[in-house]
């Protein structure tokens, strides 16, 4: 009686034996993707995941999960996660993984903002960031013309333009060059191509006392008066003191003396010592 009772307890030990897991003193991890990818912990390979899930026998604690694919074309499928493993549980995790794109991606498609954006640090950063001034360059070239010289707010450029950036207006480099009246000096200045630009227009009188500076001093060698004028830039070349502004009133039109500071009016069909210089809005 003894010896079966005794067979029978050994018996039931091993049955209990068979039936435990065979990772009873570690977690289960149970891994199913949206799409075939590699499984990392840690930093290390572990396997596949996919339809069919991936088991991870893991011990208790916390570890890095990453899961990844890399695409032909620089991009590839990405998941990271921070899991925390319990000993004898088993945890069930669904990946869905999400689209990244390579530093080379980006180089390679010069899609150089980006790049920085994503790899400020990257071996590609420094030459995307001197391609993208260099685009930049040649783009305010392309609206502007080529830089010549500054002086102080003014910008000269190559096509005889020049530029006040703190007024963003943009001037003929030089007026009209001779005597003028009113209405011809209106049609010089609406019809003056200067930099390839079609809205030229005659300034008006706050705009011209925006050119003026009484510390700044040009001589007017190609005028009948000798005097100086007082323009804000030598970039601008006034051949006389005396360029016609757009303001009427009845027969007579505006004009600013740059010799004395000084708004004054005229009849428009004056055309002594008088300029036309064409302006326009920067933007």
Request: aromatic share 12%; net charge neutral.
């Amino acid at each position: 009686m003894r010896n079966i009772f005794t067979y029978v307890i050994i018996t039931l030990v091993g049955c209990l034996i068979i039936s435990m897991p065979a990772h009873a003193d570690k977690g289960v991890v149970r891994i199913t993707c949206d799409q075939e990818a590699d499984v990392f912990i840690n930093g290390k390979q572990k396997g596949e995941c996919g339809d069919t899930s991936l088991d991870l026998a893991l011990k208790g604690g916390k570890y890095s999960l990453v899961v990844r694919k890399d695409k032909k074309d620089g991009s590839y499928m990405y998941f990271e996660k921070q899991i925390f493993v319990d000993d004898d549980a088993i945890q069930k995790l669904s990946v869905k993984l999400r689209t990244l794109y390579t530093e080379e991606f980006y180089w390679e498609r010069k899609r150089y903002e980006l790049l920085i954006d994503r790899y400020p640090k990257g071996k590609h950063a420094a030459e995307a960031k001197r391609l993208i001034e260099a685009e930049r360059t040649i783009k305010a070239d392309e609206k502007w013309g080529v830089e010549t010289r500054r002086d102080g707010r003014f910008i000269a450029y190559d096509n005889g333009t020049v530029l006040d950036i703190r007024t963003n207006l943009m001037w003929a480099a030089k007026d009209n060059g001779s005597d003028i009246n009113w209405a011809n000096a209106k049609s010089y200045c609406e019809n003056y191509r200067g930099g390839g630009y079609t809205d030229w227009r005659m300034p008006t009188h706050d705009e011209l006392t925006w050119l003026y500076d009484a510390s700044k001093s040009q001589w007017q060698t190609e005028c009948d008066s000798f005097a100086k004028s007082h323009v804000a830039t030598d970039l601008i070349h006034l051949t006389c003191f005396l360029p016609w502004a757009s303001e009427t009133r009845g027969s007579d039109a505006a004009y600013f003396r740059f010799d004395f500071g000084i708004r004054n009016w005229s009849p428009q069909s004056d055309g002594y010592n008088t300029r036309a210089l064409p302006v326009r809005s920067g933007k």
